[in-house]
């Protein structure tokens, strides 16, 4: 799955679990940052290069995200605020 910037001036990237192996691509992105929202065992020398948050959901209707946010978009603004890229993945 691609990396995909958002658009507008912050560094901030989306995409699928795989796009974590796409080392190449992080790295060129200058991505310090990983949010990964979802409720599954991580290979965790994938995010040894990076910060990394973990957001434990599941992908159903009733989930509530909101409760979340907070930490999830002060770790985002950590990771910009200090020159940095965010990929958030799920």
Do not use: C
């Not at 799955?1 to 958002?6: K, P, Q, S, V």
């Not at 990237?13 to 599954?40: C, D, M, P």
């Not at 020398?45 to 434990?56: A, R």
């Amino acid at each position: 799955m691609a990396l995909d910037r958002i658009p507008g001036n912050a560094n901030l990237y989306i995409g699928g679990l795989f796009s974590l192996r796409r080392k190449e691509a992080l790295i060129k992105a200058n991505i310090t940052h990983v949010v990964s929202a979802l409720r599954l065992p991580l290979d965790n020398d994938l995010f040894v290069d990076f910060k990394h948050h973990v957001v434990e959901i599941d992908d159903v209707d009733d989930e509530n995200i909101l409760e979340h946010f907070a930490a999830s978009n002060a770790f985002i603004q950590e990771g910009l605020d200090g020159g940095g890229g965010v990929l958030v993945h799920w």
